[in-house]
């Protein structure tokens, strides 16, 4: 849209006439503030051209004009991108989109409601190429560690514009840069391994019955047996340093006595006791009660008798109290 002026007034007031290109005005339009501000609804409508207004009263007439000069963003693809290669057969060159608006470049953002043009590539730099040193990747290495050697092909080839390669002398590339080296030293780390002491004693804690836990120190070394961090061992697989094993000692189990009687034959306070001990299968004698801990040890004290009382009454032992004093 557009909003377009007519500098007039008069008295009385005039009647205002819009003209385009000389014509009477048919595009799309109203006239705001008495004639005196045209409203040309689509500014595309109407190409580079002149509006005049004419202003008329009884005192005579006035003719304004004005030239309307529409400028657009547009995509412009005129400059081209460096080519990609400097010789060979892959060489292209991208066209470099910009957004102009009267011929000077404007940023992107203004040409973002108009459709981009298809770009395509340009091919370029299509030429021989000079002649030069390819490699290949390098073989395995020929120990994984001590020290080994990994080789790898090197030669002197030419590509053609055709995209073909071409075998040449050493010398021809020898003259354009030094030959690369074809064999290089690799996993020079020291060689390790994971080594254990001998098994300990079977006299761990217990863990079952006739079954406890013995131990060995792990340690990693190199193969000469110099002792190395752990942390140059992580990738092997590490040795266990615990084991089950079956011993004697752990041939135990818990013992209990009766219970002795209770102390009340009624009431709330009355409890027994029995005796607990951790003993020897084969022997039978008492042991170090952590022997047993791998089975949970047994009461040795109860609540009994937790009832009430007749005529209040409460039998300890022999005695009989009664709720007024002892007798």
């Known amino acids: 849209a557009s909003f377009l002026g007519c500098a007039v007034d008069g008295h009385p007031t005039p009647n205002i006439s819009w003209f385009y290109s000389g014509e009477p005005l048919s595009l799309h339009h109203r006239l705001l503030a008495m004639g005196r501000i045209l409203h040309v609804f689509n500014i595309s409508d109407a190409p580079d051209g002149e509006f005049s207004c004419l202003a008329q009263n009884e005192a005579g007439s006035l003719a304004q004009q004005t030239t309307l000069a529409i400028q657009e963003y547009q995509w412009s693809v005129d400059k081209l991108m460096t080519c990609s290669t400097s010789c060979g057969h892959k060489g292209v060159q991208v066209p470099q989109l910009r957004c102009l608006l009267d011929g000077a470049e404007v940023n992107i953002s203004h040409c973002k409601e108009k459709p981009k043009p298809a770009l395509q590539p340009i091919a370029c730099n299509r030429r021989d190429c000079p002649s030069r040193w390819m490699v290949t990747s390098w073989s395995p290495c020929t120990r994984s560690c001590g020290g080994g050697i990994q080789m790898r092909r090197v030669t ?44 300990g004693q079977c006299n761990g804690p217990c ?42 000692i752990c041939g135990v189990h818990w013992r209990v006595s009766l219970w002795t009687v209770c102390t009340a034959t009624c009431g709330n306070y009355g409890f027994q006791s029995r005796r607990v001990d951790c003993v ?5 004698k008492p042991v170090l009660e952590h022997h047993c801990s791998w089975r949970p040890r047994p009461a040795n004290w109860q609540r009994c008798n937790i009832m009430p009382c007749e005529n209040g009454t409460l039998l300890r032992g022999e005695e009989t109290v009664w709720c007024g004093g002892r007798k």
């Open 280 to 284: 020897h299968v084969r022997t039978n």
């Open 207 to 248: 863990i079952g019955p006739r079954l406890a836990v013995q131990h060995r120190q792990i340690f990693c070394q190199t193969k000469d047996g110099t002792s190395v961090s752990s942390d140059q061992c992580s990738a092997l697989p590490r040795p266990l340093s615990t084991q089950n094993c079956w011993t004697d």
């Open 156 to 199: 002197c080839q030419r590509l053609t514009a055709k995209g073909s390669s071409v075998p040449m002398s050493n010398e021809a590339c020898a003259q354009v840069s030094k030959r690369p080296v074809d064999t290089q030293n690799c996993n020079r780390q020291p060689c390790v391994e994971w080594a254990a002491s001998s098994w």
